[in-house]
């Protein structure tokens, strides 16, 4: 074994592990604070092409956790800062940048039929149940992030099926949506940590989550790991 960018990780998983890697397509929804370090993770990883789905720009609120918040990043679409970031990693990765707010009205812009996993790391419920429904009629692996905002203990993350989450509030509304649309099952990493209170006064009535800057990339990092381990079988 050559020294190389994946010579570690392949002493690990080993050529074939590589190779399989090389060859998978890998979808993320969402490059904020846990979808961005998981794009990141799997770059780093060599997953041969990644489809990395957000509408947003980066923000000056988003440095506090996210890995492509930089002042030089500042305002550009966070699918063009993440898809340089890992351009610069890993050159021969290939990457479709899809920078729309995912619904129905535009699901059918990202090339989903490629894919061999998924990651939903996105906020909204909506974008959440629609990819749970076509990985239950499709082929390909999901698994998709609950809150990790307003905690503090990343090693409080799981990995459960989403009818046997609890203390979660997004997996508590998402579990009732699950039942009520016919999905059986999703692999879902949530926090069985109590939401910490937030320090704030005269808070609107649902007020943005707070973030603590180690919290997000490690549920990302975790993300990427079981997606990778899974691809492997």
């Given at each position: 074994?050559?020294?190389?960018p994946?010579s570690?990780?392949?002493?690990?998983?080993g050529?074939?592990?590589?190779q399989?890697?090389?060859?998978?397509?890998?979808a993320?929804f969402?490059l904020g604070?846990v979808?961005?370090s998981?794009?990141?993770t799997?770059?780093?990883f060599?997953v041969g092409?990644?489809?990395l789905?957000d509408?947003?720009?980066?923000q000056l609120?988003n440095?506090?956790?996210?890995?492509i918040?930089?002042?030089?990043?500042l305002?550009?679409?966070?699918?063009?800062?993440t898809?340089?970031r890992l351009?610069?990693i890993?050159?021969?990765?290939?990457?479709?940048l899809?920078?729309?707010?995912?619904?129905r009205?535009?699901?059918?812009?990202?090339?989903?039929?490629?894919?061999d996993?998924?990651?939903?790391?996105v906020?909204?419920?909506e974008?959440?149940l629609?990819?749970?429904?076509?990985?239950?009629?499709?082929s390909?692996i999901?698994?998709?992030?609950?809150?990790?905002?307003?905690?503090?203990?990343?090693?409080?993350f799981?990995?459960a099926?989403?009818y046997?989450?609890?203390?979660?509030?997004?997996?508590?509304?998402?579990?009732?949506a699950?039942?009520?649309?016919g999905?059986?099952?999703l692999?879902?990493l949530?926090?069985?940590e109590e939401?910490?209170?937030l320090?704030?006064?005269?808070a609107s009535?649902?007020p943005?989550?707070?973030t603590?800057?180690?919290?997000?990339?490690v549920?990302?990092?975790a993300?990427a790991g079981?997606?990778i381990?899974?691809?492997?079988g």
């Amino acid at each position: 074994m050559t020294d190389g960018p994946f010579s570690r990780t392949e002493s690990l998983l080993g050529p074939e592990g590589i190779q399989k890697l090389q060859q998978s397509t890998v979808a993320v929804f969402g490059l904020g604070g846990v979808g961005g370090s998981c794009a990141e993770t799997l770059a780093r990883f060599g997953v041969g092409r990644l489809i990395l789905v957000d509408h947003d720009r980066v923000q000056l609120s988003n440095l506090n956790r996210q890995v492509i918040a930089l002042y030089s990043t500042l305002g550009q679409l966070k699918t063009e800062a993440t898809g340089a970031r890992l351009r610069d990693i890993n050159p021969a990765v290939r990457l479709d940048l899809c920078p729309v707010f995912y619904n129905r009205k535009t699901a059918d812009s990202v090339p989903l039929d490629a894919a061999d996993a998924v990651i939903d790391c996105v906020d909204t419920l909506e974008a959440k149940l629609l990819l749970a429904e076509k990985a239950q009629a499709g082929s390909f692996i999901l698994l998709s992030a609950m809150g990790a905002g307003n905690r503090q203990d990343p090693l409080r993350f799981r990995f459960a099926d989403i009818y046997q989450t609890q203390v979660c509030p997004l997996a508590r509304r998402m579990r009732k949506a699950c039942r009520e649309r016919g999905i059986q099952r999703l692999r879902v990493l949530y926090s069985d940590e109590e939401p910490m209170p937030l320090n704030i006064k005269n808070a609107s009535s649902r007020p943005t989550p707070g973030t603590l800057s180690h919290v997000p990339p490690v549920a990302g990092m975790a993300l990427a790991g079981e997606a990778i381990r899974l691809l492997l079988g």
